[in-house]
């Protein structure tokens, strides 16, 4: 069985058709790039071959390459493993530079065979590189098609030629969102950026009847023409300084330097743009090579890509229980996590019933998703016809009789036991006997809240984060009595609305709470202490993450940081660990600054909700030490306040899948994606040095930075959390 195969049709057109076989997706593996070497070395020495077309033999064209391919290159070269990726890149430029020069004589640029490309659909990765090695790229009229290159998504970059060719045929400028930020477009956008040239109802049709009308001249790449200049201006042109320039500002900017991808890439471009085109393939090639090397890249790789795709198909779903789609879902509670649950299951086509204690409440929680779909109408990614049949899924009503057949629930209400448990009793009085009954709880244990249904191995928590629409994630929490049968249906749930699912087991704060809540109260302790919050904030984004522990909470309120400390120190009692950020919390609390919510809090804002600057009380309460401390010190300390607590989570068997540790932490609070996610952070800092800095930790600050005992054992042995827990995976290597 073959990747690639290749006819000859009557007019003397090669067509190679990509075809894996067993796969719904073309992708790119070591044996089919040799296989498509010999089949366009056959065509370009067969005398009665005319041109080529190389097309795909399913709806799509491709989704990028096997990243086995890069683990084995480097794997294969023993003690050289640059050498090794380096030498393979290279052979794939080697393959797609053929397929560009076409076997034309390289001083006069004529007696090649055009070779066009043929896209049904998607066609993203080496999928949209190896279409531009050809002489003309074809789209079907597939507004569903994604044509892109997104690499720098999961820490690397198009390194088969993508990035050289991009930039050459685009200019730099032009080339930044597709490459820089991983912009995928439809066909039709596609070609209005210049990425590909015709979009046309016959693909296939339209690239045999160019195949064999082309022109010598119509074979010649710009960059291989006499006089070549880059679009928008090279490095040294002053047209295209001052774009280079600005590129590294905006990389810098975007980045703060925390991800070593979008560096390596815009290097590449900067030293290739300035030297003729095969030299600039090498540059790319070494970069290439360079941001492989960089653990960071596998670490990206392997949760960003394998780890969270495998979560999403199932991998810790129980394998003996029966498909468990919803079809019928009822959502109790219409505030705005109730409205968010309520939207993304009606977009997947589920019929949803809306409660709430009257029915101007539940309204107004459908409310939400109209004005959601009335944005899209004006963006022009909804249609009027469209919204009407998304609403017309969502039923808003108070009551409960409503509620009859559905197979699921989620209760989103108060966050307060005593209002959770009566919801569940007079809930579970109306629907179906087999109906699998879900909290939304953030923070109250599972296991409790199931005291007060009849049926506890029907009973699950499904922790979503808001704003519900746009995050990736969804916690699921499996109770100390909960079946198998309703963890497949919150698995198959989160499938149908298409988010990334981890499951836990039950205990205080779950898993993303556990870890969130220790990083955002290691801030508030050193505000206390005098350290200067706009550094604290900044530490933290220069080690990756979106915003600032003291921002993140302005976000999700002081009074709910204040409830959250009260609720667990009346459940704790005398365990509770008395902290100075509890002090700092209540005080906010007190003065009336809640957050971005009340226009006040950390931050001042003006009255459209804009953030000023950080409020001057604060500094004003706790004045600034003066040195301040060191950035790593600051970085170290809000770093280690999560890692230890998801080591604790493994320790403790809250986790079950280290992969869902990394997964859940980068998609639910934005831990450090460059890193992999906390246990993969450790295992690139190494498991003794992890060790040996939580002593000086706890030595300098206390004992919330004590080595947990599993983490000591394994820096003891030397070995690594993927080494030891991880599935075996070559990708990642």
């Not at 191995?457 to 309703?486: C, N, W």
């Not at 001057?616 to 301040?628: A, C, E, N, R, S």
């Not at 000591?712 to 690594?720: L, N």
Request: charged content about 25%.
């Amino acid at each position: 069985m073959t990747d690639f195969t290749m006819e000859k049709d009557a007019d003397g057109v090669a067509i190679v058709t990509w075809d894996c076989p067993g796969k719904s997706m073309n992708v790119m593996s070591g044996e089919a790039l040799i296989e498509l070497g010999d089949l366009i070395d056959t065509a370009l020495t067969d005398d009665t071959v005319k041109g080529i077309v190389i097309t795909s033999g399913k709806k799509d064209f491709a989704g990028g390459m096997d990243l086995n391919v890069l683990a084995d290159m480097k794997t294969g070269a023993g003690d050289n493993p640059a050498q090794g990726l380096f030498d393979g890149i290279m052979q794939m430029h080697g393959l797609l530079r053929k397929i560009e020069l076409a076997g034309m004589d390289l001083k006069t640029k004529k007696g090649g065979k055009p070779i066009a490309a043929a896209l049904p659909g998607t066609a993203v990765g080496i999928g949209l590189e190896l279409p531009l090695s050809t002489h003309r790229i074809f789209a079907a009229e597939n507004p569903k098609a994604k044509i892109g290159l997104p690499e720098i998504m999961v820490g690397i970059f198009p390194g088969a030629g993508g990035t050289t060719r991009l930039v050459r045929k685009l200019g730099a400028m032009a080339a930044s969102p597709f490459l820089l930020q991983g912009k995928l477009v439809d066909p039709k956008k596609a070609k209005g950026a210049g990425i590909i040239d015709e979009v046309v109802a016959d693909p296939v049709a339209a690239a045999k009847d160019w195949v064999l009308n082309a022109k010598d001249a119509d074979l010649v790449k710009p960059w291989d023409a006499k006089g070549y200049k880059m679009p928008g201006g090279a490095p040294y042109h002053p047209a295209g300084f001052p774009t280079f320039v600005g590129a590294s500002a905006m990389v810098n900017a975007n980045t703060n330097g925390a991800f070593p991808a979008a560096k390596a890439l815009l290097s590449a471009v900067y030293e290739g743009a300035m030297v003729p085109f095969d030299t600039a393939l090498k540059i790319e090639a070494r970069w290439f090579t360079h941001i492989l090397m960089n653990p960071s890249s596998s670490a990206m790789i392997r949760s960003l890509f394998l780890n969270k795709e495998a979560l999403e198909k199932g991998a810790v779903r129980p394998q003996d229980i029966p498909d468990q789609s919803v079809k019928k879902l009822g959502v109790l509670g219409a505030g705005m996590m109730g409205a968010g649950i309520a939207l993304v299951s009606a977009q997947a086509g589920m019929e949803v019933v809306l409660i709430d204690r009257d029915q101007a409440a539940a309204d107004k929680g459908k409310a939400y998703s109209e004005t959601y779909l009335d944005k899209g109408i004006k963006r022009g990614k909804v249609t009027a016809e469209k919204k009407e049949a998304m609403l017309s899924l969502i039923t808003a009503t108070p009551d409960l009789d409503a509620l009859k057949g559905c197979d699921l629930i989620i209760e989103a209400v108060f966050e307060d036991p005593g209002v959770k448990a009566e919801m569940t009793k007079k809930v579970e009085a109306i629907i179906p006997e087999d109906c699998i009954f879900a909290s939304n709880t953030s923070t109250l244990p599972i296991t409790e809240l199931a005291k007060a249904s009849k049926r506890s191995e029907q009973f699950i928590g499904i922790h979503f984060f808001s704003p519900v629409e746009k995050m990736l994630l969804v916690e699921i929490i499996k109770g100390k009595e909960t079946g198998d049968r309703a963890v497949a249906k919150a698995l198959d749930y989160v499938r149908q609305i298409r988010k990334t699912p981890i499951v836990v087991n039950d205990a205080r704060f779950f898993y993303c709470n556990r870890c969130i809540i220790p990083y955002m109260n290691e801030a508030m302790r050193m505000v206390t202490e005098g350290v200067s919050p706009v550094l604290i904030d900044h530490a933290a984004q220069q080690l990756g993450f979106p915003v600032g522990p003291i921002q993140l909470t302005d976000e999700t309120s002081i009074d709910l940081g204040a409830k959250i400390a009260r609720a667990t120190k009346l459940a704790m009692g005398n365990a509770y660990p008395e902290s100075p950020s509890d002090d700092l919390i209540f005080w906010m609390e007190g003065e009336g600054r809640l957050g971005r919510k009340s226009k006040a809090g950390f931050f001042d804002y003006d009255e459209s909700g804009k953030r000023q600057g950080y409020w001057k009380g604060m500094v004003d309460k706790y004045p600034l030490t003066d040195p301040q401390p060191d950035l790593i010190e600051v970085q170290e300390r809000l770093m280690f306040a999560q890692v230890l607590e998801a080591v604790r989570a493994l320790e403790e068997g809250v986790l079950m899948d280290i992969r869902e540790g990394d997964v859940g932490a980068i998609l639910a609070w934005g831990f450090a994606p460059w890193s992999g996610g906390p246990l993969s952070w450790i295992d690139i800092i190494g498991t003794p040095y992890a060790a040996e800095r939580c002593d000086q930790l706890t030595e300098a600050y206390g004992d919330r930075f004590a080595c947990p005992p599993l983490l000591r054992e394994m820096a003891e042995k030397g070995q690594t959390f993927y080494g030891r827990f991880g599935k075996e995976d070559k990708a990642a290597a």
